[in-house]
């Protein structure tokens, strides 16, 4: 995964596009977070040894094919400032929206339900 700032465009889609490739880096997955250019593009090696588009900023979810269960939202990484980690977590491992605001309530002290003390 690389994150591109501006010193390192031509480097991250060129030059390291290439190189991985010839290597055989199975994913590439390339972040650009800079102002007004917000993009995410995810590369996986098909069997011909070339880079093919896997996602990009647009889809709803993007599953590694090196990771198995690795996923993510591409949204998320828009979000960094206003979303927790944390509940990127849970959402990553599955749980359900009534385990995590279970979760949440605990986090905060909240008897757990059927708790008669």
């Known amino acids: 995964m690389e994150i591109i700032s501006q010193e390192s465009v031509h480097r991250d889609r060129d030059d390291k596009f290439k190189e991985y490739r010839a290597a055989g880096v199975r994913e590439y997955w390339l972040i650009d977070p ?3 250019k917000e993009r995410a593009d ?3 090696l098909n069997e011909s040894g070339e880079y093919q588009l896997l996602g990009t900023e ?6 590694s094919r090196v990771l198995p269960g690795f996923w993510l939202k591409p949204a998320w990484l828009w979000q960094a400032q206003s979303r ?8 990553v491992r599955g749980l359900t929206a009534e385990q995590i605001a279970t979760i949440q309530g605990l986090l905060r002290g909240d008897k757990p339900k059927g708790d008669n003390q």
Do not use: G
Not at 58 to 63: G, L, Q, T
Not at 84 to 91: L, N, R
């Open 84 to 91: 927790s980690a944390t509940m990127a977590f849970y959402e």
């Open 34 to 36: 800079r102002p007004r």
């Open 58 to 63: 647009d889809d709803e979810r993007v599953e």
């Open 42 to 44: 995810f590369y996986w």
